[in-house]
C-alpha cells in the first residue's frame, strides 16, 4: 500500500529541471557578461548567486532527489553549492573573514570545477543533446577561466566570458525547451534524445 502511494505521489510531482537550468543559465549568462568586460563584478551577481544560481539549484536538486534522479540530484545539488562558495569565496576578504584568494588557489578551484563538468558531461552522453552543449561548453568555460586565473590574462578571462555566455543561454534553452514541451504536451522546441527522432 505505502508503495503504490508513494509511485501516484511521484506522478504529480513536477519536473524540477526547469527551474534547476533557468537558476543555472541566468546566473551564469550575468556573470560572464562581466567576465567579458561589460561591467564589473557587483552585488548583483553576488545575490543572483546565493538566491537563484544557488538556492533554487539546491531546491532543485532536492526534488530530482525524491523523484530517484541521481544524475540531477548530483547535478543542481554541486552547481547551487558552487554559486554559494563562489559568491562567499568574493565576499568573505570583503569581510576580512579570509584572504582574497591566490591566483594559483583560484585556478585549482575552477579547474577541479571543470573537473567535475567533464565527468558529468560523459553522464550527458546517455541523455540528450541540449545537456551535452550545457555540459559541454560549462566544462570549457571553468578550463578557460582557470587559465585565465592563473596566467593573468584579461583577455583569456574576457573570452572566457563570451564562451561562458553562451554556455548560460544554452542551459536556459534546455530549461524553456522542458517547460514548454510539457506545458503544449508536444515537441515545442527540441532537446534531441539519445537514439531518438526529433
Keep these: 500500500m505505502a508503495s503504490s502511494e508513494s509511485q501516484r505521489t511521484d ?22 557578461i562581466s567576465n567579458a568586460g561589460f561591467y564589473p563584478l557587483d552585488s548583483i551577481i553576488l545575490a543572483m548567486g546565493i538566491f537563484y544560481g544557488g538556492l533554487a539549484q539546491l531546491v532543485a536538486g ?18 547551487g553549492f558552487f ?11 570583503e569581510l576580512h573573514l579570509a584572504a582574497s ?17 567533464l565527468l558529468m558531461f560523459v553522464g550527458t552522453l546517455r541523455l540528450n543533446g541540449a545537456l551535452m552543449v550545457v555540459f559541454g561548453t560549462l566544462a570549457l568555460l571553468f578550463f578557460m577561466l582557470s587559465a585565465g586565473a592563473y596566467s593573468g590574462n584579461s583577455t583569456v578571462t574576457q573570452v572566457a566570458g ?18 514548454l514541451n510539457e506545458v503544449y504536451k508536444r515537441q515545442v522546441l527540441p ?3 539519445v537514439g531518438q527522432k526529433n
Design 83 to 93: 554559486w554559494l562558495s563562489f559568491a562567499f569565496m568574493v565576499m568573505l576578504p
Design 62 to 79: 532536492a526534488f530530482e532527489f525524491r523523484k530517484g534522479n541521481t544524475f540531477g540530484t548530483t547535478a543542481f545539488l554541486s552547481y
Design 11 to 32: 506522478s504529480i510531482l513536477a519536473n524540477p529541471a526547469p527551474l534547476g537550468l533557468m537558476a543555472f543559465g541566468v546566473t551564469t549568462v550575468l556573470l560572464n
Design 101 to 117: 584568494p591566490s591566483a594559483a588557489s583560484a585556478s585549482a578551484y575552477l579547474f577541479m570545477w571543470g573537473l567535475f563538468t
Design 162 to 179: 563570451y564562451e561562458g555566455i553562451l554556455c548560460g543561454l544554452s542551459a536556459m534553452y534546455a530549461s524553456i525547451a522542458q517547460l
Design 191 to 193: 532537446i534531441f534524445p
